[in-house]
């Protein structure tokens, strides 16, 4: 039987020892995403305490690394799973979502939102999401608009 360990990485010492090991895996991650953040931006955010990192271990081998925040909204505390990168996703991904369930519950939060590709759902049989869907798109679309961000 396989051994799942998930670490909390947190703490600039606890980020500096780690990051050897788990940077690959937020820089896998982010070639998925659309330029929001780069592997520095991660590191500083970690770094000052704005996100938190989870080390993925099974037996002993250094898997995956899941990167959250916590967004406050008016009514809602939001415990996001910002990145998730590495290998193995089918054998961790269910055990580290209701870990980190856990993890927003202490915090306070009302809500776990995870942006995934699709098979993530098919591997979360417990978890009961709201469908949603998430539209990323590069601005501008042309033409100049009349809207009051400017």
């Known amino acids: 039987m396989e051994t ?3 670490i909390p990485i947190t703490g600039v010492d606890a980020v500096l020892m780690w990051w050897p090991d788990i940077a690959p895996h937020i820089e896998l991650a982010l070639t998925e995403g659309c330029g929001e953040l780069v592997l520095e931006d991660v590191k500083d955010a970690l770094l000052g305490g704005k996100m938190h990192a989870f080390g993925i271990r099974l037996d002993a081998r250094h898997m995956a690394t899941v990167v959250t925040e916590i967004a406050q909204h008016p009514r809602k505390r939001t415990l ?3 990145l998730a990168g590495g290998l193995g996703l089918r054998y961790w ?3 580290v ?7 927003g519950e ?3 939060c009302d809500l776990i939102e995870l942006h995934g590709r699709p098979g993530w759902s098919r591997l979360l049989k417990n978890v009961q999401p709201r469908a949603s869907v998430l539209l990323i798109a590069p601005l501008p679309f042309g033409g100049k ?3 009051p961000y400017s």
Do not use: F, K, T
Not at 97 to 103: F, G, I, K, N, S
């Open 93 to 95: 991904l269910p055990s």
């Open 4 to 6: 799942l360990e998930i």
């Open 97 to 103: 979502v209701d870990y980190l369930a856990q993890c």
């Open 145 to 147: 608009s009349n809207v």
């Open 106 to 108: 202490r915090a306070g």
């Open 80 to 82: 996001r799973v910002i």
